[in-house]
């Protein structure tokens, strides 16, 4: 394995990669936080392979961009590009327990079936409503802005649902022009707009007693590790970089608490 080190604060950028714009913007709403650089070894910085035939392959690229500050633990950007195959944008917010937030969570991904697009300030503890209650309030106006706007992605799994807040935006659109003058004037809109208030709640979030700091502890973990056994990247990373490489990044990178 190689050594571990801090990658750059600026953003990853791959050519041909087509959610370089919403991992710009975030990262252009992140620097008046403080950031400095999250520690990510270097073979899950930047990885490329070959996919497809011997005599049409495809390059993959992955690429990872992370930092952390004084109330996140963790910010991380996952960045797939394998050209027509698949192109992803997985980004998370892991808020340091102290801090009674919840995860920022971005998944923008393109398949040769469509896009595939979800937004949510996802709760350690859904049930918590001291956790929950001051982020509902805040978020179904921005929900409900957005949603009108987008066709329903679908129910989710029932084992899920306790890990998605009553705000969960979740889409598919087609690709081609409509597919992505929606992503354009609708999706990134909505995209910097949960951003905005997540970072608001992290301005205004002071810390809080070690027994809170605890309970919001174990419900991030039940979540991290909920991700991890069930993240939908799986399957698709495995097929680019084989198991032993995939099965390490989603437990030491992607889902690392």
């Known amino acids: 394995m190689s050594s571990t080190r801090s990658n750059s604060l600026d953003p990853v950028a ?9 991992l ?21 910085l930047f990885k490329q392979d070959q996919t497809g035939s011997k005599t049409k392959p495809t390059t993959v690229t992955t690429a990872t961009w992370a930092c952390r500050s004084e109330k996140f633990r963790q910010v991380r950007a996952a960045c797939v590009c394998a050209g027509a195959s698949a192109s992803v944008l997985n980004f998370v917010i892991n808020p340091l327990p102290r801090y009674d937030l919840p995860f920022f969570g971005g998944d923008l991904v ?6 595939l697009l ?3 300030l996802q709760p350690a503890d859904k049930s918590d409503e001291k956790h929950t209650n001051h982020v509902w309030e805040r978020l179904m106006p921005i929900f409900d802005r957005w949603r009108s706007e987008l066709p329903d992605g679908g ?18 659109l087609p690709l081609g022009e409509e597919g992505d003058k929606i992503i354009a004037s609708v999706v990134r809109p909505a995209f910097n707009d949960y951003l905005k208030l997540y970072l608001d709640l992290a ?7 070690d027994q809170r700091r605890d309970h919001l502890l174990a419900g991030q973990r039940r979540y991290t590790d909920y991700r991890a056994e069930k993240d939908p990247a799986r399957g698709m990373l495995t097929r680019f970089y084989g198991s032993e490489w995939t099965e390490a990044y989603i437990h030491n990178v992607l889902f690392d608490l």
């Open 14 to 22: 791959i050519e041909g990669w087509s959610w370089q714009p919403f």
């Open 24 to 44: 710009e913007d975030a990262v252009d709403r992140l620097r008046p936080m403080g950031l400095e650089p999250y520690p990510v070894s270097d073979e899950f």
């Open 110 to 115: 393109t398949l040769p079936s469509g896009h």
């Open 118 to 120: 979800a937004l949510d």
């Open 155 to 172: 129910p989710i799994p029932d084992e899920a649902k306790p890990f998605f807040s009553p705000g969960f935006l979740w889409t598919r």
């Open 203 to 209: 301005a205004a979030a002071v810390p809080v007693s």
